[in-house]
């Protein structure tokens, strides 16, 4: 089977499952909640984000080319989402959802920190926070009452003096500061908070970045942790570790050239991805061999779509196909991402989940798995612990994004909302909607807004009164529009 085929053949079994609807877990789910973790301590979280890591990135997501058999064994072992989502296509306002269980919209970080300006765009973009607001509870410090031990090891990307992990609840920040990618993946790396001096010699950033990890739980294996490890891997600079990336130059070039252009090929990329597979490997043997694992729940993520502009050396960086575009665009491919939970006892290994979620939805699920009551404020993501025991379906009416800024991605200002198998995109230059049947036309190539108008209203209506409610921040006229310097950029 070419790997094109394999794709088609993964879309194929998407889009037949999606269309049967519901949420039906592929093994029967476990009858009973799932035991206590052993001496009474509450559940251990490890939360793995990778930067970017497009939504077929992944081999038990559809790739051929990418080897992920430590991340596939995960999903083998636990509950794997086809729908889940980032709240948003860029980085900062992700990670500040998946920390405080709001969406951007309401905490008003909608761009990445630096974002873009456009000064001659149709519309004035709105200010946006650049940190994570300090009143908004974090997962740390929600769960620090609790007696967790927390830290934070790799990109944190939300803010840099005063607003670093330390300022926001966690007990360790190794790597994290202000910025959203490493000067350098090899040693030394240039990062302020990552000591160059390496315990273990290690001279790549994902091997150091989990040398601190397996430090971390080693150091407090008796304690209940929440590790947050969101690894630099695999946002750019594209640079691998050079023993890793022959392979792949030489898997590219016997590649079926039949497969097309719709296929991952960037040998350096998947260097990079293999590399962090075999650390999240490494990681999880050590829960293993510290007789941890199975008092700890583990949650794989990526914080956007993969990026699709052409900015390796080895050309375009990965290609979301069949999803729209990618990282930066208001299509699927933005954010539509891999998604991954294994909790021990509470599903079926192996479990394939359809019901579609959102990255504010890991704050108010790691707190009702660590027994915590006191989710802090406004949480707006919903606990999938039902879910992830085969319990029962989410009950809510849509999810949404709101990004009312510019974008190389491809991103204009707009908003979205998915309801169902529909999703309508609103893209505030004009206020035209487009509207798609996620379940016949994931590629987002049908726009439905003429044949299903009433749906289309519908959703329109729950995407306006969802803004309301958040308060989202509107992009305005911009007094000095100038079309001729429109797509000049200062930054
Ligand atoms: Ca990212």
């Not at 008796?222 to 022959?246: G, K, N, S």
Request: negative net charge; contains cysteine.
């Amino acid at each position: 089977m070419t790997s094109q085929q394999r794709q088609l053949a993964v879309l194929v079994g998407v889009v037949l499952l999606t269309a049967c609807g519901g949420s039906t877990p592929t093994g029967s789910p476990s009858e009973t909640p799932p035991a206590s973790p052993a001496a009474d301590l509450p559940w251990n979280i490890v939360l793995i984000v990778v930067d970017d890591l497009g939504w077929t990135d992944l081999g038990v997501m559809g790739s051929a080319f990418h080897e992920t058999p430590n991340i596939d064994a995960l999903a083998a072992e636990g509950m794997r989402f086809t729908n889940a989502y980032a709240a948003t296509t860029v980085c900062s306002p992700t990670r500040a959802s998946i920390l405080t269980g709001q969406y951007p919209a309401r905490l008003r970080v909608t761009d990445w920190i630096d974002g873009h300006a456009r000064p001659w765009a149709k519309l004035q973009i709105p200010e946006w926070t650049h940190r994570l607001p300090a009143e908004a509870l974090t997962i740390a410090e929600a769960l620090r009452p609790a007696g967790y031990a927390s830290a934070s090891i790799g990109k944190w990307h939300l803010g840099g003096e005063s607003s670093r992990p330390e300022d926001h609840g966690f007990d360790l920040n190794v790597a994290g500061d202000h910025r959203g990618q490493p000067p350098s993946y090899h040693a030394p790396y240039g990062i302020p908070t990552l000591s160059e001096d390496a315990p273990n010699g290690a001279a790549y950033l994902t091997d150091r970045l989990t040398d601190e990890a397996i430090g971390f739980v080693t150091a407090n294996r008796d304690r209940p942790f929440f590790l947050y490890l969101p690894y630099y891997t695999v946002h750019t600079p594209i640079e691998p570790e050079a023993d890793r990336l022959a392979a792949y130059e030489a898997k590219a070039a016997t590649q079926d050239a039949a497969a097309g252009a719709w296929t991952h090929r960037n040998p350096g990329y998947a260097s990079m991805i293999e590399s962090v597979d075999a650390n999240v490997g490494r990681l999880l043997a050590t829960l293993d061999t510290l007789s941890v694992a199975d008092r700890t729940v583990v949650i794989f993520a990526s914080d956007n779509g993969g990026l699709v502009l052409p900015l390796s050396p080895w050309g375009r960086v990965t290609t979301n196909w069949p999803l729209r575009v990618g990282k930066g665009s208001a299509y699927e491919g933005g954010v539509r991402v891999p998604f991954i939970v294994r909790w021990p006892g509470a599903m079926a290994p192996g479990s394939v989940e359809r019901t579609p979620v959102i990255s504010p939805d890991i704050y108010p699920t790691v707190l009702e798995i660590a027994g915590v009551r006191n989710l802090g404020g406004v949480v707006d993501g919903s606990s999938l612990v039902p879910t992830l025991r085969g319990e029962g379906t989410l009950e809510r009416d849509a999810i949404y994004w709101h990004y009312p800024h510019y974008h190389p991605g491809g991103a204009a200002p707009y908003g979205a909302v998915r309801s169902g198998r529909y999703k309508l995109i609103e893209f505030y230059e004009d206020m035209r909607v487009e509207l798609y049947d996620l379940d016949t036309s994931i590629a987002e190539v049908v726009n439905l807004v003429e044949t299903l108008p009433e749906e289309a209203t519908r959703l329109r209506d729950l995407l306006h009164a969802w803004r309301d409610e958040v308060g989202a921040q509107m992009p305005t006229e911009n007094p000095d529009y100038d079309p001729e310097r429109e797509f000049s950029f200062t930054r």
